[in-house]
Nanobody
Framework: QVQLVESGGGLVQAGGSLRLSCAAS????????VGWYRQAPGKQRELVGE???????DYADSVKGRFTISRDNPKNTVYLQMNSLKPEDTAVYYC?????WGKGTLVTVSS
C-alpha cells in the first residue's frame, strides 16, 4: 500500500500551464508504474497518462503533445506537466499506484 497526495491544481486561463505533483509515502514510487487520471463533472474517470517503473510514458490521445509525466525519485514524486491547457481539461486529477488513489486536485481552465 502506498499513500499518495496530489497538489498543484488551480485556476488557469486557456493556453496556460500547470504542474501537478503526486507525492508518495515511500520510495517504492520510484520503481512502480504510476498513472494520472482525471474526472470531469458528470463524466467517468479517465486515464490521462502513465509512467512505467522503467520510466516509459504513454498518454491519452487527447493530451499527447501537451502533457508530460516525469518522476523525481529522490523526492518520491511524480509530476504531470500540463501545457496549452483547454477548457475541456477541467477536472479533478488523481494519481494512482498499486491500486491506491490520492484525493485529487482540481484543475479549472477558463476560456
Amino acid at each position: 500500500q502506498v499513500q499518495l497526495v496530489e497538489s498543484g491544481g488551480g485556476l488557469v486561463q486557456a493556453g496556460g500551464s500547470l504542474r501537478l505533483s503526486c507525492a508518495a509515502s515511500g520510495s517504492i514510487i520510484s520503481i512502480i508504474a504510476v498513472g494520472w487520471y482525471r474526472q470531469a463533472p458528470g463524466k467517468q474517470r479517465e486515464l490521462v497518462g502513465e509512467i512505467s517503473g522503467r520510466g516509459a510514458t504513454d498518454y491519452a490521445d487527447s493530451v499527447k503533445g501537451r502533457f508530460t509525466i516525469s518522476r523525481d525519485n529522490p523526492k518520491n514524486t511524480v509530476y504531470l506537466q500540463m501545457n496549452s491547457l483547454k477548457p475541456e481539461d477541467t477536472a479533478v486529477y488523481y494519481c494512482n499506484a498499486l491500486n491506491d488513489w490520492g484525493k485529487g486536485t482540481l484543475v479549472t481552465v477558463s476560456s
